[in-house]
């Protein structure tokens, strides 16, 4: 959609964004970190098909750590114990193989750091220049230290990450609980808020948990399959929304 088209987001009572994808380019990292620890392990464990990267947007995109790794091994008819978060990247449980990837993540964001996108900075400062609330909602338990290394952890009040959802035991994306529980973390009414999200789980998360807007930026999901999975408008970038919402 052309710029003329799109809401304007300082409307909103609320503006809630994921993390890698939306804010910052973390989704390639993730993309990395698991395609090399499932290539290693299903070479080492003569699983085919053999990994590719239509299965990250299938079944890790946006979801909290382990299910990712439960759904993947899955689609493979592979079976292991699931384990505690606990277990050392060494073990062969879901939770010690999502542990392994996290260790691969995070030693490439601590060697080469990351930046934000530029035109989701832009839009960030038109929110909190009209004073509009804004949090995020990652599925990620490294939201935190990403959002420091990033420079934009100060932006936010409420950061409703992948450790608070294991706290409280909240279902990972695509379940509405981690976007209802960020809205209510921030005080506004999802259905006069606006959710912005990359991935076709978290689109899902958001119309379930009843945001008034859902937007979907296309970061390689592809238009089509985030408009099918229930956003109402789709950007290739955030920067759309900053013509929008200040006046020639």
């Not at 079944?59 to 790794?69: E, N, Q, S, T, W």
């Not at 060494?90 to 193989?97: L, R, W």
């Not at 420079?151 to 992948?162: E, L, Y």
Request: glycine share 8%; charged share 25%.
């Amino acid at each position: 959609m052309t710029a003329p088209a799109l809401p304007d987001l300082t409307t909103y009572d609320g503006v809630l964004f994921d993390l890698d994808g939306v804010l910052t380019p973390t989704a390639e990292v993730h993309m990395h970190a698991w395609r090399t620890m499932f290539e290693e392990l299903f070479a080492a464990w003569d699983v085919t098909p053999p990994y590719s990267d239509a299965d990250y947007f299938a079944h890790l995109d946006g979801k909290k750590r382990y299910d990712g790794v439960a759904s993947l091994l899955r689609s493979r008819d592979v079976e292991v114990p699931w384990g505690e978060p606990s277990d050392a990247s060494t073990a062969d449980t879901v939770c010690g193989i999502g542990n392994r990837k996290n260790d691969v993540f995070a030693r490439v964001l601590r060697s080469e750091g990351i930046a934000p996108y530029p035109g989701s900075v832009a839009l960030l400062d038109v929110l909190i220049a009209a004073e509009v609330p804004i949090a995020v909602v990652s599925s990620s338990k490294n939201a935190e230290e990403v959002l420091a290394v990033a420079g934009i952890r100060d932006r936010f009040s409420v950061v409703m990450d992948g450790v608070i959802a294991e706290r409280d035991h909240l279902a990972s994306k695509p379940a509405p609980d981690v976007f209802a529980e960020a809205a209510r973390m921030l005080g506004v009414d999802p259905a006069r808020s606006a959710a912005v999200e990359d991935a076709l789980s978290g689109v899902q998360s958001a119309v379930a948990a009843g945001y008034g807007l859902v937007v979907g930026v296309d970061r390689g999901a592809g238009a089509e399959t985030l408009r099918d999975a229930g956003a109402h408008v789709v950007v290739s970038d955030l920067a759309e929304f900053v013509e929008k919402a200040i006046p020639a």
